[in-house]
């Protein structure tokens, strides 16, 4: 664990934290997973701190052995389906016996699954919330913890947060804690405010359950200054400082811990090739397709640049925007999929482990910022990955003027993603760097999870 922590905090400050946390993620020890290494970074922080950790999770991820941790099966037919084949498949692997026991599940399920549409109509993850707001009640009520972290990914983990405080008989000092990964209202467009509440029925709820948690969490949490800034205008109360003068919504920048591994910078090394690495998801709003139509005029304009550039692609699938983009334009050589890594036997390697190491490998690192409105509420979590790797950077963003300059502070290459030309003009810059032998040796510093860490400890002071 980085020793940053002991150095900024207060011994004293630590010391009068509530001790016993009751910590709500359905998506924990997943590995690989934003929205697990979101929490399991902070960890060892709060263990450092003296923390007594009561974890939540689904069963989707490893039981944890360092504290208790109860994982939950959701009690929803659609999740209960969901999280049985990640559960089955961690456990015996994706061969007959899964293929068997899965489709036997999803046919004795499939009139309960239809039903549950019909009445509630949620993403499959949100009966999660009924056994982790069950037993989290069942603990306050016998004063067994003094504060609940809610922290999502899955809104479920808020939504159980949610009815836990509210349920919690006479522990009324019980703290709430929730830290918002997404927003949970999706604006449709730059005018849009976020302020009418959607007509569609898991928006609908997404809407009022945000309302809930800006009302009755003791402290809030967004990771971006826009996403916070929008939930201010939807939730004024956000804007009314307490007894003690401080704001009940705040802006943390999660970070990422150090890979396990060598974290020092390896040197850059030369070879036919020029890679761009890319890591994590696509999907339609997170897609290739930007960088992939620009490529064509780039390569009328250096021609012998078709032979060199290859863009190789971990941990996902290609979506059907970039699939289309390379049939389009005869670039299937260009683009090589590489699938997701996953922990090695061979070489007792964890899948994020792997990953690490490829990143510190790569030539330049692709970072895929999306094109949806929401773009300006978020940033994505790989960055933070990708900054310890201290590799150069292409990154393609839109509309998020915070997220520009973390970027520049860190020495990034930066394109908007829906600007052919200035993609064309950063790939020349890049293409330039390599041919001459010169890329980019970065020097900036990581942003590690302490800092993280030691925000969210000084905001849960303040409740005292």
Same mark, same amino acid.
């Given at each position: 664990?980085?020793?940053?922590?002991?150095?900024?905090?207060?011994?004293?400050?630590?010391?009068?934290?509530?001790?016993?946390?009751?910590?709500?993620?359905?998506?924990?020890?997943?590995?690989?997973?934003?929205?697990?290494?979101?929490?399991?970074?902070?960890?060892?922080?709060?263990?450092?701190?003296?923390?007594?950790?009561?974890?939540?999770?689904?069963?989707?991820?490893?039981?944890?052995?360092?504290?208790?941790?109860?994982?939950?099966?959701?009690?929803?037919?659609?999740?209960?389906?969901?999280?049985?084949?990640?559960?089955?498949?961690?456990?015996?692997?994706?061969?007959?016996?899964?293929?068997?026991?899965?489709?036997?599940?999803?046919?004795?399920?499939?009139?309960?699954?239809?039903?549950?549409?019909?009445?509630?109509?949620?993403?499959?993850?949100?009966?999660?919330?009924?056994?982790?707001?069950?037993?989290?009640?069942?603990?306050?009520?016998?004063?067994?913890?003094?504060?609940?972290?809610?922290?999502?990914?899955?809104?479920?983990?808020?939504?159980?947060?949610?009815?836990?405080?509210?349920?919690?008989?006479?522990?009324?000092?019980?703290?709430?804690?929730?830290?918002?990964?997404?927003?949970?209202?999706?604006?449709?467009?730059?005018?849009?405010?976020?302020?009418?509440?959607?007509?569609?029925?898991?928006?609908?709820?997404?809407?009022?359950?945000?309302?809930?948690?800006?009302?009755?969490?003791?402290?809030?949490?967004?990771?971006?200054?826009?996403?916070?800034?929008?939930?201010?205008?939807?939730?004024?109360?956000?804007?009314?400082?307490?007894?003690?003068?401080?704001?009940?919504?705040?802006?943390?920048?999660?970070?990422?811990?150090?890979?396990?591994?060598?974290?020092?910078?390896?040197?850059?090394?030369?070879?036919?090739?020029?890679?761009?690495?890319?890591?994590?998801?696509?999907?339609?709003?997170?897609?290739?397709?930007?960088?992939?139509?620009?490529?064509?005029?780039?390569?009328?304009?250096?021609?012998?640049?078709?032979?060199?550039?290859?863009?190789?692609?971990?941990?996902?699938?290609?979506?059907?925007?970039?699939?289309?983009?390379?049939?389009?334009?005869?670039?299937?050589?260009?683009?090589?999929?590489?699938?997701?890594?996953?922990?090695?036997?061979?070489?007792?390697?964890?899948?994020?482990?792997?990953?690490?190491?490829?990143?510190?490998?790569?030539?330049?690192?692709?970072?895929?910022?999306?094109?949806?409105?929401?773009?300006?509420?978020?940033?994505?979590?790989?960055? %933070?990955? %990708?900054?310890?790797?201290?590799?150069?950077?292409?990154?393609?963003?839109?509309?998020?003027?915070?997220?520009?300059?973390?970027?520049?502070?860190?020495?990034?290459?930066?394109?908007?993603?829906?600007?052919?030309?200035?993609?064309?003009?950063?790939?020349?810059?890049?293409?330039?760097?390599?041919?001459?032998?010169?890329?980019?040796?970065?020097?900036?510093?990581?942003?590690?999870?302490?800092?993280?860490?030691?925000?969210?400890?000084?905001?849960?002071?303040?409740?005292?």
């Amino acid at each position: 664990m980085n020793s940053t922590m002991s150095s900024t905090m207060d011994v004293t400050e630590l010391e009068h934290l509530p001790k016993r946390w009751l910590i709500l993620a359905h998506g924990f020890n997943m590995d690989g997973r934003a929205a697990s290494q979101t929490i399991t970074d902070k960890v060892p922080y709060l263990l450092a701190a003296g923390l007594e950790l009561t974890v939540f999770s689904a069963v989707t991820g490893s039981a944890d052995q360092r504290f208790t941790h109860r994982q939950f099966f959701p009690w929803g037919p659609a999740g209960l389906r969901f999280d049985f084949r990640h559960w089955l498949a961690m456990r015996c692997g994706r061969g007959f016996i899964y293929k068997v026991l899965t489709v036997s599940l999803s046919a004795l399920l499939a009139p309960f699954i239809a039903l549950e549409r019909l009445i509630a109509g949620y993403s499959s993850q949100w009966s999660w919330a009924l056994p982790a707001a069950w037993h989290g009640i069942q603990l306050a009520r016998a004063g067994k913890i003094d504060l609940v972290y809610s922290t999502g990914g899955a809104w479920s983990a808020h939504l159980a947060a949610m009815l836990i405080k509210r349920y919690a008989g006479k522990n009324a000092q019980l703290k709430w804690l929730a830290e918002i990964h997404d927003p949970l209202v999706m604006r449709s467009n730059e005018q849009d405010d976020g302020l009418n509440a959607p007509s569609e029925r898991e928006a609908h709820f997404r809407f009022q359950l945000e309302k809930q948690i800006c009302l009755h969490a003791d402290r809030v949490w967004w990771f971006t200054t826009g996403a916070l800034s929008y939930a201010q205008k939807r939730n004024p109360n956000l804007l009314v400082p307490d007894a003690r003068g401080k704001l009940k919504g705040l802006v943390v920048l999660p970070g990422a811990n150090p890979p396990r591994t060598e974290t020092a910078p390896l040197a850059w090394r030369a070879s036919g090739q020029l890679h761009l690495a890319h890591f994590g998801s696509l999907s339609h709003t997170r897609s290739l397709q930007g960088l992939l139509n620009a490529l064509p005029a780039f390569f009328s304009r250096h021609p012998e640049a078709r032979t060199h550039l290859r863009i190789d692609i971990y941990g996902s699938d290609l979506d059907a925007l970039s699939a289309r983009a390379i049939q389009d334009h005869r670039l299937s050589d260009i683009v090589i999929t590489h699938g997701r890594l996953e922990f090695d036997s061979a070489s007792q390697q964890s899948g994020r482990e792997k990953v690490n190491q490829l990143m510190r490998e790569a030539d330049v690192l692709l970072l895929l910022h999306g094109n949806s409105e929401w773009c300006a509420e978020y940033i994505p979590s790989k960055a %933070y990955e %990708y900054f310890w790797a201290q590799r150069p950077i292409l990154a393609l963003t839109h509309r998020n003027p915070t997220f520009n300059q973390l970027l520049v502070e860190h020495q990034a290459y930066i394109a908007e993603q829906s600007n052919p030309s200035a993609i064309i003009a950063t790939l020349e810059q890049i293409y330039a760097a390599w041919q001459q032998q010169q890329m980019p040796v970065i020097s900036a510093k990581p942003l590690g999870v302490d800092q993280a860490v030691q925000t969210i400890f000084h905001a849960v002071g303040e409740l005292n």
